[in-house]
């Protein structure tokens, strides 16, 4: 595999690096499942730690108690 590439894990799918996509993922149980859509996209960080609004390291626009929205 070339240096710098990322397998998905069961998935077979692989990205290149710096490439911008307009999603984010995060790995549970050796599996990568998408941020939810109101977490705010973080570069080389985590952007979430599951798949609720809940669950955002930032929010792209507000946050509401402790949900994204």
């Known amino acids: 595999m070339t240096r710098g590439w ?3 894990r069961r998935a077979g799918a692989v990205t290149l690096p710096g490439v911008r ?3 984010r ?3 549970q149980d050796g599996e990568c499942s998408e941020c939810h ?3 705010e996209r ?3 960080g985590a952007t979430c730690n599951g798949s609720g ?5 930032r929010c792209a626009h507000y946050r509401d ?5």
């Open 6 to 8: 990322h397998r998905r």
């Open 53 to 57: 609004a809940d669950t955002c390291t």
């Open 42 to 44: 973080i570069e080389g």
């Open 37 to 39: 859509p109101e977490c």
């Open 25 to 27: 993922e995060f790995s």
């Open 21 to 23: 996509r307009a999603t």
């Open 65 to 69: 108690g402790p949900h994204c929205v």
